[in-house]
């Protein structure tokens, strides 16, 4: 069975900060990894995913995220935020067959001037 | 906009009353979910169509009941139910229902209230 940890529910940043948000998962088998965003009163969004190839993946609105195996981790990044990345952030695992993401429990990002 | 189309955006019943929420798809898959989110839980896949049939139903409560007329269109058909299924219940679609790394679109989702 897969699992996801996000061990940081609520993470505080002054705008213009750099910020990692964190997540590991658990798998037996290959893995297909996620991260969502989820915009106050609205549905969740892909930002990024890492199917295979470069363990480093650039998503949308400068997020990036580094697979690292040995570690089974894959945090989410960003090197300057803003106050509109304020949201709720959800890593997801999911595997070869049946779609089946298994989503972590979410960390709020709260950016302030 | 993202493909996805939920309604009612909020809902607001009694334990006795009978409701449904409706999702749309606009982007031609083959797949549709019904997923629920509640506070401090994680998302909670509840319902998997694929092709209009249903996959999976993950120890869903018989008070929720889905339907899925044609790859487009998903309800959720809502019935006695109690204060704790209060939460946010996303709709939302993939191309196909195995995983190949298959991006899964989300609508905004439908805030149900049970009083």
């Known amino acids: 069975a897969q699992s996801v940890t996000q061990l940081d529910s609520q993470v505080p940043v002054f705008e213009e900060a750099p910020v990692e948000l964190r997540c590991n998962y658990s798998?037996?088998?290959?893995?297909?990894l996620f991260w969502y965003v989820q915009y106050p009163n609205q549905g969740l969004q892909l930002l990024l995913k890492?199917?295979?190839?470069?363990?480093l993946v650039k998503g949308i609105n400068g997020f990036e995220a580094e697979f690292n195996k040995s570690q089974t981790s894959f945090h989410l990044r960003k090197p300057s935020v803003h106050i509109s990345d304020t949201a709720e952030y959800f890593c997801a695992v999911g595997n070869t067959g049946f779609q089946k993401l298994v989503f972590g429990t979410g960390t709020r990002l709260l950016v302030s001037p | 906009e993202t493909g996805v189309t939920q309604t009612p955006r909020h809902l607001v019943m009694g334990m006795t009353n009978k409701k449904s929420l409706k999702c749309e798809q606009h982007l031609g898959h083959n797949a549709m979910y019904w997923y629920k989110q509640s506070a401090k839980k994680p998302l909670e896949l509840m319902f998997v169509y694929s092709l209009e049939e249903r996959v999976e139903n993950n120890s869903v409560p018989s008070r929720f009941s889905p339907e899925c007329p044609n790859s487009s269109h998903l309800f959720l058909h809502l019935h006695t139910l109690q204060p704790e299924d209060s939460a946010l219940y996303l709709c939302?679609?993939?191309?196909?229902?195995?995983?190949?790394?298959?991006?899964?679109?989300f609508g905004e989702g439908s805030w149900l209230t049970v009083v």
């Open positions: 939302a679609s993939s191309q196909d229902r195995d995983s190949s790394g298959n991006t899964i679109y």
């Open positions: 798998s037996s088998v290959s893995v297909y």
């Open positions: 890492y199917l295979s190839g470069s363990t």
